[in-house]
């Protein structure tokens, strides 16, 4: 089946620097991939939509300028959290579409800002 | 825009039982409907998706129905083993000519008790 991965899959970070995660698909390529942050207990919240060789697409209420997203490639997009803040802490996880209408999530990455 | 409820927020079943997850979605044009399986600490895995032009769907101990008039589908898991306890999200979505967003219920929390 498709396999999608994250790197890193936890992170902790002092308050102001920026983070990167990186989403690859390591068997398919995909034109597009999701980007979803998760708080505790909670459903998944998507943040935007990015396709390859474009920008993305942000949600409502999701700062583009904070959380900057790359699709430089049909295998990795990577979401940067800039200058993050304690309340940025969360669980990110991303998604690419595979063959079909089907969406291949990542094992997620854990972020805490101190 | 598309709205998806799932209830219930918690099941708890004994092992061997079945287990029955319900969700409704607001949006008659939606076609594709997945459902994720989230384990502790890891990201949604797809376990079955149906799309609007089949009403039933079966995999395994796995089976999803879809009512089109009614807008809900359900997740029918038969012969429950401690391995299925998990959060399992519904989702809905429109999908022609590319990737569009999923809509995810609000999870529902699985416990089976040996």
């Known amino acids: 089946g498709a396999v999608v991965s994250q790197h890193p899959s936890r992170v902790i970070c002092k308050s102001g620097t920026s983070v990167k995660i990186e989403c690859r698909s390591l068997?398919?390529?995909?034109?597009?991939m999701f980007w979803y942050r998760q708080f505790p207990k909670q459903s998944l919240m998507l943040m935007a939509t990015s396709n390859e060789g474009s920008k993305a697409t942000y949600e409502q209420g999701v700062e583009k300028d904070k959380f900057l997203i790359n699709h430089a490639s049909l295998t990795l997009s990577t979401l940067t959290v800039t200058s993050a803040h304690p309340e940025d802490s969360s669980f990110y996880i991303c998604s690419a579409g595979g063959a079909g209408d089907t969406q291949y999530f990542g094992p997620g990455t854990r972020l805490t800002v101190l | 825009g598309e709205n998806v409820e799932q209830h219930p927020s918690t099941l708890s079943v004994q092992e061997g039982d079945s287990a029955v997850i319900k969700c409704t979605y607001s949006d008659s044009a939606s076609n594709y409907f997945p459902w994720y399986k989230q384990e502790l600490g890891k990201g949604p895995q797809l376990i079955i998706d149906i799309r609007s032009n089949v009403g039933e769907k079966k995999d395994q101990r796995i089976a999803v129905t879809l009512n089109k008039t009614a807008k809900h589908f359900s997740l029918h898991i038969t012969e429950t083993q401690p391995e299925d306890s998990a959060v399992y999200f519904c989702a809905a979505s429109w999908v022609g000519g590319g990737y569009n967003k999923l809509i995810f219920g609000a999870g529902t929390r699985l416990a089976v008790h040996p």
């Open positions: 068997d398919f390529q995909a034109t597009t």
